[in-house]
């Protein structure tokens, strides 16, 4: 459960916002005194309020667990919670469809990658190893050899809304012998990956020169573009949902920005500009 501090606490008394574990009816809560006068808190002065929260924010962990369950008290005496069996996994899970595609230009018998997994210096167990093995394999279609051939979802395209502004055209950064190699052969790769191609728009930004990493200097262009007022999760949200939890995995995600299509009326308003030609 979720425990937070209630309304109308002094402002020198604060309770620790924290997820707890219920144990006999009870939940152990901090309080802190941020001032140099002493508080008595009587017995039975609420000071904090809590809330359940939901087992699992996926959907899939929902109805495994549905169909197979697992006994809460069973996990508090090892410290690791049972997972579903590989069987068990194997009959009920459904066939995802695949929401990325091959950037337009590449193979696509090259875009599914063998997935497997090192698990050498792992603590889990045969079962847990082959869980998640089947789970890379379930996905193994958003996985890539390199950030230099990202995928392409297929849920959205991004587009860039600036009004009634007025193109914006600038003039290229002037750049070394050495510096202006490295820039065209990188400009050449993006060309041969189908990542870019070559423009005549009335928009074009400068590109710095900072390094080998591809980037854009879309300052004005920025100053222009009406923002996206899309609200994000808020981080305790996200955190709520995993009280649960006894595994945890990171990913990165490769080329991000590269995986996200722009919409065919805003690309034009994306070129860049060098000494080699104009580019979107």
């Not at 916002?17 to 009870?26: D, H, I, K, V």
Request: hydrophobic content about 35%; charged content about 25%; aromatic content about 8%.
């Amino acid at each position: 459960m979720l425990v937070e501090a209630v309304f109308g606490l002094p402002p020198a008394l604060g309770v620790a916002r924290s997820l707890c574990t219920l144990e006999n009816g009870q939940v152990i809560v901090e309080v802190c005194n941020a001032s140099t006068q002493e508080y008595r808190i009587r017995k039975g002065t609420p000071i904090a309020m809590a809330s359940a929260i939901p087992d699992s924010p996926f959907d899939y962990q929902s109805e495994v667990s549905a169909r197979t369950p697992v006994p809460r008290d069973a996990s508090r005496d090892d410290g690791a919670r049972s997972l579903p069996s590989v069987a068990a996994t194997l009959e009920e899970r459904p066939e995802k469809a695949s929401k990325t595609d091959p950037v337009e230009g590449s193979d696509a018998s090259d875009s599914v990658v063998d997935v497997k997994a090192d698990f050498s210096s792992s603590n889990l167990t045969d079962e847990q190893k082959e869980l998640f093995q089947l789970e890379l394999d379930q996905f193994k279609d958003i996985f890539v050899e390199s950030s230099k051939k990202p995928g392409r979802t297929d849920l959205l395209r991004f587009e860039i809304d600036t009004g009634s502004s007025l193109p914006i055209k600038s003039q290229p950064y002037r750049v070394s012998g050495a510096e202006g190699e490295v820039k065209e052969s990188e400009i050449q790769q993006y060309l041969d990956l189908g990542l870019i191609r070559e423009s005549n728009s009335p928009w074009f930004s400068r590109k710095p020169d900072g390094g080998i990493r591809f980037c854009v200097d879309y300052l004005k262009l920025n100053a222009v573009t009406v923002k996206d007022c899309n609200p994000m999760p808020l981080i305790d949200d996200i955190l709520n949902v995993w009280d649960d939890a006894r595994l945890f995995s990171t990913m990165d995600i490769a080329s991000g920005y590269w995986n996200v299509p722009m919409h065919e009326n805003s690309v034009d308003k994306t070129a860049f500009t060098c000494k080699y030609g104009l580019y979107e």
